[in-house]
């Protein structure tokens, strides 16, 4: 998650997302604050299909993002 390559950050991201298991909650939190804002998109989303109770705070912490694309996401995954 931390590669200097958007694309592979993403793509890190994505695979987690499909693959997601409770174990997955640590290496998603990070991701919630990389600074581009896809990779951000895709941890929340992937932290949703966990449902797991220790990503909703990481995930409150970023309701407030600059972008508005990661807010409304972040929603719709708390709801």
């Known amino acids: 998650m931390d590669d200097e390559y ?8 994505k695979a987690l997302r499909k693959i997601a298991n409770k174990a997955d909650v ?3 939190v990070a991701p919630l604050h990389n600074e581009d804002s896809n990779v951000r ?5 992937a932290l949703g299909k966990i449902r797991n109770k220790s990503a909703v705070n ?12 990661v807010s409304w996401d972040v929603i719709e995954v708390l709801e």
Do not use: G, H
Not at 41 to 45: D, F, H, N, T
Not at 58 to 69: G, Q, V
């Open 26 to 28: 640590n290496a998603l």
């Open 58 to 69: 990481p995930l409150i912490d970023i309701l407030d993002d600059e972008y508005s694309s």
């Open 41 to 45: 998109i895709y941890a929340a989303k």
């Open 6 to 13: 958007l694309f592979v950050r993403m793509n890190a991201t």
